[in-house]
């Protein structure tokens, strides 16, 4: 019989210890998708999930990142020049694709598998405090592959910096 603590009900919003217990693996059931741990996580909390919502009505996730000055990739990009490295935000919205393709029951871990364009215009700074997520699903294919494709935007304190169309996450090895 599965351990308890290895599947949780799936709810509409994740605190950062949520987060951090699906990086641990186990979450979606033993073997499933999870979200890297940190400092490779880039979300401290998701916001909103749905099946049906988004511009597509095919799901949605937005989820955000607190930012400050001591976050570790503002001394690792430029020295002298600290900027959030753009394909950070790009991989937070992959996590969030892979996590909601588990969230909404299919099983495998999560992979990027591409994207189709990507458009920088904005940095993320120190001095922007909360960096804002938002993914909407374009496609779901859900078979012997699971694939998930979707559209995303990154918002730094409410003005759009990124966008990224066509990401795709597919979950391999599935167990369940």
């Known amino acids: ?4 603590r290895d599947f949780h009900t799936p709810k509409s919003s994740y605190t950062k210890d949520d987060l951090l217990k699906s990086g641990e693996g186990g979450y979606f059931g033993p073997g499933n998708a999870q979200l890297p741990a940190p400092p490779m996580l880039m979300i401290d909390r998701i916001s909103e ?3 049906d919502g ?3 009505g095919k799901g949605h996730i937005a989820g955000e990142l607190d930012i400050t000055p001591k976050l570790w990739f503002f001394e690792s990009l430029f020295r ?3 900027v959030m490295p753009g394909c ?3 991989d937070a919205m992959w996590q969030m694709v892979g996590y909601w393709l588990g969230w909404s029951g299919s099983p495998g871990k999560g992979r990027a598998t591409g994207v189709g364009e990507v458009s920088f215009r904005g940095q993320i700074t120190p001095n922007v405090r909360c ?3 938002e993914v909407e699903m374009r496609q779901v294919k859900r078979g012997r592959l699971v694939l998930g494709i979707a559209d995303g935007r990154v918002l730094a304190d409410g003005n759009g ?9 597919a979950l391999v090895g599935a167990t369940g």
């Open 88 to 90: 950070l935000g790009l």
């Open 161 to 169: 910096v990124y966008e990224a169309r066509n990401m795709k996450v």
């Open 49 to 51: 999930l749905s099946l």
């Open 80 to 82: 002298g020049d600290p």
């Open 54 to 56: 988004g511009r597509y």
């Open 1 to 4: 019989m599965p351990n308890p």
């Open 131 to 133: 960096v804002r997520y």
